[in-house]
């Protein structure tokens, strides 16, 4: 097996503990020294070489075998994938404690929501409309019942990828759902112990009053704007 260069591994703030050992050993494997088949050195090897838990070592694992860079088989150890995924995204990867970095996620996601809602506006169906309509209206009923509405905002902005009717913005949509849904929770909640609640939930009509319209620059600066509003909400955790 292949040695890993052990110089220098102890490691800093401000990215995790974990996220900064899935870069290294992604940046290893890149290199060729685990090659695609090999076993990674044990769980405890690779705790004593960096310096951390493992329960560090098994979060930074997890992320490399979510992107299909590790394999892992009972009772035989974690392996280099076998096929390498040619590219790997790394949202799952970010480090959302940082503020930064946080920034950086949100400002893709401001990019990809409001050309989702410009191309809704411009091409949606009555049928599509009609979706996001229910959508909006199930939030209306969460908030009535004193719910988060965690699923409804959810569905409400995969409604509007739907209706861009490009299978690219569909599909990511659907990748971005399970790696945004607890920035969703965290900023419903923090919307909620500020009284936003109503707010927000006006900023939701004002994307679909733009969509339904048909008014493209309208549906890109109302989603523009509820995404900057969230990133606030974001930035109000304590």
Do not use: W
Not at 176 to 203: F, K, Y
């Amino acid at each position: 097996m292949s040695g890993m260069d052990t110089t220098n591994r102890r490691l800093a703030p401000p990215r995790s503990y974990a996220n900064k050992i899935a870069d290294i050993l992604r940046a290893e494997i890149d290199r060729g020294v685990f090659r695609p088949g090999e076993r990674l050195p044990t769980e405890s090897a690779l705790c004593a070489t960096f310096g951390v838990s493992r329960a560090v070592i098994r979060e930074a694992v997890s992320a490399l075998k979510q992107g299909g860079v590790l394999e892992s088989y009972q009772g035989r150890g974690i392996f280099v994938s076998g096929k390498l995924p040619e590219a790997t995204f790394r949202l799952a990867e970010a480090d959302l404690s940082d503020r930064d970095e946080l920034d950086r996620v949100l400002e893709f996601l401001l990019a990809h929501e409001s050309a989702a809602a410009g191309l809704a506006a411009e091409r949606r169906s009555t049928e599509e409309l009609a979706r996001i309509k229910t959508a909006l209206d199930a939030m209306e009923d969460a908030i009535r019942r004193n719910e988060t509405g965690i699923d409804e905002d959810l569905q409400f902005h995969a409604e509007i990828s739907a209706a861009t009717n490009n299978e690219f913005f569909i599909s990511f949509a659907a990748f971005l759902e399970n790696r945004v849904r607890h920035l969703i929770r965290e900023a419903r909640a923090n919307s909620s112990r500020a009284g936003l609640t109503d707010l927000v939930q006006q900023e939701h009509r004002e994307i679909y009053k733009a969509i339904a319209e048909g008014n493209k620059d309208a549906a890109r600066l109302a989603a523009e704007q509820h995404l900057r509003n969230a990133a606030t909400r974001l930035r109000q955790r304590g």
